[in-house]
């Protein structure tokens, strides 16, 4: 194998935890499935140098919560559906607490700006939209 082989295709493994580890060129970019946040935040920090790591955590944000907000917004969902968006919704957090870890994200918490809905309200939509599917008696 040739030095200009070597260079490109083994990366340095560096040993402060403040820079990045490089991968092969040839490897593609894996994402552990995250069990928790600091487990979340620190693959962000390890992998902060990488523009492709950062990437794919962007991508992945992005589809879980558009698969969870789609979840969300239907009136027909069940119990079953409801818990697939729920986790849905925690993967989407895991990934941008990879991103918060690699300085990408800034952690904002505004409540005047963010949208509730009462439980009550919930439960409302909910009774509502099974009164909906339920046949209707003839009288």
Same mark, same amino acid.
């Given at each position: ?60 944000? *992005? ?5 969870? *907000? ?12 409801? *818990? ?29 700006? #963010? ?12 009774? #509502?939209? *099974? ?9």
């Amino acid at each position: 194998m040739s030095f200009e082989q070597d260079i490109e295709g083994i990366a340095l493994e560096m040993k402060s935890k403040d820079k990045p580890k490089h991968r092969r060129l040839d490897e593609a970019v894996t994402i552990p499935t995250f069990t928790h946040t600091g487990e979340a935040f620190q693959f962000g920090k390890e992998n902060a140098g990488d523009p492709e790591v950062i990437a794919e955590l962007k991508r992945l944000r *992005q589809e879980a919560l558009a698969a969870a *907000q789609k979840v969300r917004k239907d009136p027909d969902a069940t119990d079953v559906d409801l *818990q697939l968006g729920m986790d849905l919704a925690t993967k989407a957090q895991f990934y941008r607490e990879a991103l918060e870890g690699a300085g990408i994200m800034e952690k904002k918490i505004d409540v005047k700006d #963010r949208k509730t809905v009462p439980v009550k309200e919930l439960l409302e939509r909910r009774e #509502r939209a *099974q009164k909906a599917s339920e046949p209707k008696k003839e009288k």
